[in-house]
């Protein structure tokens, strides 16, 4: 399987994965660190962070990008490849898929909102035809013990054939269940015992995380009885298509089909995982699908997902969002007890779910749930031939040269991202001190001018206070001097008023008597 991929619903381009048999890419997951000369990171106890720790620390938030492991895995033929084309962006033309050989890789990007850098999502794919110890072994090349808290685990499931649905849900289950409980025993026999028990407190905690937001922050009444994986979990019914197919027994018989998904859910609910039906052949499905991924891998949440019980519809049941209570009314299979009885790792639990489904489907077929090979003398050698046949046919030279091409590709795209986030860095930090300077400019501008305005208006009012001032004092030098002229005229006696104007009389008539020109 190979192709460009993309989980954004855009369309966003992601880079081409690569097919390798016997050998996939080794990221580890190492924490950025920033260090100057002369200048220790390490902290004494109590200690308060300086400003170069802050600084530190805000580097590390912006350069360095969130990367996850996952690993799906499933019966032959189940459409593990098909789902994964199925993050191809739209219009792509999609190729047929080919049966995956051993472990195949390809790698997602998400862009982040803040920053150049896209968040990496390692994608492997464990080849449905793999049997034998050799299966364990390939599923711990990508789950490694230092990947473990960015882990995530797929079971695929075909429902075409509903008769190998549980066998296959059980085996895988137990399969990737031990491996992850192996890695935290590395963890704590390697003195990490804090960083396991956080990993499963973590695990605790998520699956509640659902129930307590819609049950005002209530706990979940089954948090004692279940068994949440320490590595978010999911299972996913592929095919969905084919129930409305009238050679799937599930078509026939709605009983069946409601059994069925019962105990689908019942298995889901008691590791704590999360139950998607799907179909590659139903956009609907599809973009549910890819939401669910986004956000497992990615931890983007799609608020338009909705939780689905009913089995007449595609299900959703999002982790911790079932009761074993709910449980035993949702279906004809009697779960009565099986929570408290005992884990569904028991072999009488798994025997009485296969029981059930077979009254529905008939017998599982033989390669539902392959043996492991100390059960089957014969498979070992079988492997060792199968192998080795695999390995001719995929000549070691070859593989490791698309390896090498393909890693040095992301290598050179992750360092070119960084060299891009450091200069943008570098280039905000100078607009920024730009933007600085130009504001203390335009307020010492700014206080200039108010110092002008505040000065001539001070001297506006000083020249009015003198003005005024000087006014009283006129006002009170004449009223030291006495009346006023026009007062004295108006104190002259009546005759000499008269008399003036009686001559202002005699001059008016004098020029109107005088002969015109």
């Known amino acids: 399987?190979?192709?460009?991929?993309?989980?954004?619903?855009?369309?966003?381009?992601?880079?081409?994965?690569?097919?390798?048999?016997?050998?996939?890419?080794?990221?580890?997951?190492?924490?950025?660190?920033?260090?100057?000369?002369?200048h220790s990171t390490k902290k004494k106890e109590g200690e308060p962070p300086t400003i170069f720790d802050m600084l530190l620390q805000r580097q590390k938030e912006i350069i360095r990008p969130l990367e996850s492991y996952s690993l799906f895995v499933g019966p032959k033929g189940g459409g593990k490849s098909s789902l994964l084309a199925l993050l191809q962006p739209a219009g792509t033309v999609r190729d047929t898929p080919k049966p995956t050989v051993a472990l195949e890789y390809v790698f997602a990007r998400r862009s982040k909102n803040t920053s150049t850098l896209k968040d990496v999502a390692h994608i492997w794919e464990l080849g449905g035809g793999m049997k034998g110890d050799g299966v364990a072994e390939l599923v711990g090349?990508?789950?490694?013990?230092?990947?473990?808290?960015?882990?995530?685990?797929?079971?695929?499931?075909?429902?075409?054939?509903?008769?190998n649905v549980i066998p296959a849900c059980l085996h895988w289950l137990a399969m990737l269940r031990n491996h992850v409980q192996g890695r935290l025993d590395d963890l704590r026999t390697s003195g990490s015992s804090d960083a396991a028990s956080e990993m499963e407190e973590k695990a605790r905690e998520s699956f509640q995380a659902l129930w307590r937001k819609k049950h005002k922050k209530e706990d979940h009444p089954d948090r004692r009885n279940v068994d949440a994986c320490a590595v978010p979990l999911m299972i996913v019914a592929n095919k969905w298509d084919s129930i409305k197919d009238e050679n799937n027994p599930l078509a026939r018989d709605r009983l069946g089909l409601k059994a069925l998904c019962q105990v689908l859910r019942f298995l889901a609910h008691q590791h704590g995982a999360s139950l998607v039906f799907t179909s590659s052949k139903d956009k609907t499905l599809n973009k549910q699908f890819r939401s669910l991924l986004s956000f497992t891998l990615f931890h983007k949440l799609d608020k338009a997902m909705r939780t689905e019980k009913s089995p007449d519809k595609a299900i959703y049941v999002p982790r911790g969002a079932d009761t074993f209570d709910e449980l035993l009314s949702a279906g004809p299979?009697?779960?009565?007890?099986?929570?408290?009885?005992?884990?569904?790792?028991?072999?009488?639990?798994?025997?009485?779910?296969?029981?059930?489904?077979?009254?529905?489907?008939?017998?599982?077929?033989?390669?539902?749930?392959?043996?492991?090979m100390e059960e089957d003398p014969d498979a070992l050698e079988t492997e060792q031939a199968r192998l080795k046949e695999e390995a001719d046919e995929f000549a070691e030279p070859v593989v490791d040269e698309a390896y090498k091409i393909k890693m040095d590709a992301l290598e050179k795209y992750r360092q070119q991202q960084l060299?891009?986030?450091?200069?943008?860095?570098?280039?905000?930090?100078?607009?920024?001190?730009?933007?600085?300077?130009?504001?203390?400019?335009?307020?010492?501008?700014?206080?200039?001018?108010?110092?002008?305005?505040?000065?001539?208006?001070?001297?506006?009012?000083?020249?009015?206070?003198?003005?005024?001032?000087?006014?009283?004092?006129?006002?009170q030098e004449e009223a030291l001097k006495g009346p006023p002229k026009e007062a004295e005229a108006k104190s002259e006696p009546s005759s000499s008023r008269e008399a003036k104007r009686g001559a202002k009389e005699a001059k008016r008539g004098a020029k109107q008597s005088k002969p015109s020109a």
Request: aromatic letters at 4%; zero cysteines; charged letters at 40%.
């Open 1 to 38: 399987m190979s192709g460009v991929y993309t989980l954004a619903p855009t369309g966003e381009r992601i880079y081409e994965g690569q097919s390798a048999f016997g050998s996939t890419p080794d990221f580890d997951d190492p924490d950025f660190e920033v260090k100057q000369p002369g």
């Open 141 to 163: 090349v990508p789950i490694t013990t230092a990947r473990l808290p960015t882990a995530v685990l797929a079971i695929v499931l075909d429902l075409s054939k509903p008769q």
């Open 333 to 372: 299979v009697a779960l009565d007890g099986m929570n408290r009885r005992g884990r569904v790792s028991d072999r009488d639990v798994q025997e009485t779910l296969i029981k059930a489904l077979a009254e529905f489907f008939g017998e599982a077929d033989a390669d539902a749930a392959p043996k492991p």
């Open 419 to 475: 060299r891009q986030e450091k200069e943008n860095a570098m280039a905000e930090k100078r607009r920024e001190k730009r933007r600085r300077e130009e504001a203390k400019a335009k307020a010492e501008r700014l206080a200039k001018l108010e110092a002008e305005q505040a000065e001539r208006r001070a001297a506006r009012k000083a020249k009015r206070e003198a003005e005024q001032a000087e006014a009283l004092k006129k006002a």
